[in-house]
């Protein structure tokens, strides 16, 4: 036992490599192992490519026969943009498969597993479930639910201010903090800001990480009225990762054609009191493919996403500072008037990044 859970944890290891670059599909790692020693590895490495399992089979080669095949996910048994793995597996021989969690797509579930069962593989389910299941958290509510899987991350100070008076938030959390923010952007499929953001802080809402491996989300800019500015830096990216700006059908027509001219993609969505409606959106991101969105700010808008109830996971950096007087709250706008309304966050983590704390849970 000791020796399948260090073999699936390297399964898990190789899928997390997939981070960022799988999306609409998941990431799956998967190990062949024989006589106790990995003859194969294989990762899906991007979306339509071969998948973990065939990857780590042409590897192993003729080695894989009487093996045994760790791998993070169900193996497929239906065609897609490739074939089922299942038919790959049984033609390679293996002789036992351990597989992490089920698939979660209830039209296929259960399907790859039975199908390897049907023809006298020795299949066991269920190892270190609860880490793939964590690794592919976005793909599977998106999967369970056709909709976005939303991470609401802000920096703020310990008296819970994201900046000051004045506006100025540069910088409240230190590098390693702002590293690990960037390394969330290259992740997800989606970055979303409100016109506020853009307006004050110009910002480019790029994954840049050290070594160059950054891979740009989507931009997405919350703008009813068309207000960003045409020479806004997002909008003359080098980038493969396009600018979104969502507004309303009314907006006005000179104001979209200026920004289209600068390079912006624009989107029309329902209004609620004032402000884009964020669940219709949500249902617009999914049939975009979108399966992960992450919400930076400002502070109205993430009043705006906790009060629609789109916010998945909530990730907040808390940098040893106080600003001790007026300046921004995380939150914005209305909210609950009874403590007992307060959402209540679970499975809650605290974890130090250098200097500053950062705190994770889900709603």
Known sequence: MDDDRRFMQMALDLAA????????????????????????????????????????LDEAGGQAVGATLYVTLEPCN?????????????????????????????????????????????????????????????????????????????????????????????????????????????QLDAILVGVGTVIADDPQLTARLPDGSGRDPLRIILDARLETPPESRMLGLDSPAATLIVCAEAADPERRRRLEAAGARLLTAPL???????????????????????????????ASALAGRIVDKVMFFYAPKILGGEGVPICRGPGPQRMAEALAVRNLEISRVDGDFLVTGYL
């Open 78 to 186: 239906h065609h897609g943009r490739t074939p089922p793995c299942t038919k790959r597996i049984l033609a390679a021989g293996i002789r036992r498969v351990v597989s992490a969690m089920g698939d979660p797509n209830p039209a296929v579930a259960g399907g790859g597993h039975a199908r390897l069962r049907s023809a006298g593989l020795i299949v066991d389910e269920g190892l270190l479930a609860d880490a793939a299941a964590r690794l592919n958290e976005a793909w599977i509510k998106y999967i369970r639910t056709g909709l976005p899987f939303v991470v609401l991350k802000c920096a703020a100070t310990l008296d819970g201010c994201i900046a000051t008076g004045s506006g100025d938030a540069r910088w409240i959390t230190g590098p390693a903090a702002r590293e690990r923010v960037h390394r969330l952007r290259s």
């Open 17 to 56: 490599l997939g981070a960022g670059r799988t999306s609409p599909n998941p990431m799956v790692g998967a190990v062949v192992v024989k006589d106790g020693r990995v003859v194969g590895m294989g990762y899906h490495q991007q979306a339509g490519g071969p998948h973990a399992e065939v990857l780590a």
């Open 272 to 302: 609620k009191d004032g402000r884009i409606d964020l669940v219709a959106l949500m249902t617009r991101l999914a049939a975009m493919q979108v399966t992960s969105v992450l919400i930076e700010g400002g502070a109205r808008v993430a």
